[in-house]
């Protein structure tokens, strides 16, 4: 149940959508060595958003993913800033990343839980 929601005030080209959210589908069933089959990312773009005082590309991401491994955050961290940077020109110091692993039972999905 890996969840990535990208929000960002940077718009791609609307052909880059797609390509956007494969591309992350994958790494992050790949980082976190979950079935892509249950991976969902989302993205939120041209948002109204502001850091620093400053309205330059930038970007908030949340990872979600049960039994996420705490240690491993910083791999995450590194691995999204460089995909953020990549797609979007947005420099890791302008992205903050909220990483959470919840609880099974408050994971819902095909109409039970995890």
Known sequence: MPTLIIHTNVTPAAADHRKILEDASVMIADILGKPESYVMVI?????????????????????????????????????????????????PARVYIEFASPPRHLFGYNGGTF
């Not at 590309?57 to 491994?69: D, H, Q, T, V």
């Not at 240690?71 to 953020?84: D, G, H, K, Q, V």
């Open 43 to 91: 993205l939120r773009h041209n948002q109204d958003m502001l850091f620093a005082g400053d309205a330059a590309p930038l970007a908030y991401l949340e990872l979600k993913s049960l039994g996420l491994p705490e240690a491993r955050t910083p791999e995450l961290s590194e691995a999204l800033c460089n995909f953020l940077e990549a797609r979007f020109g947005i420099a």
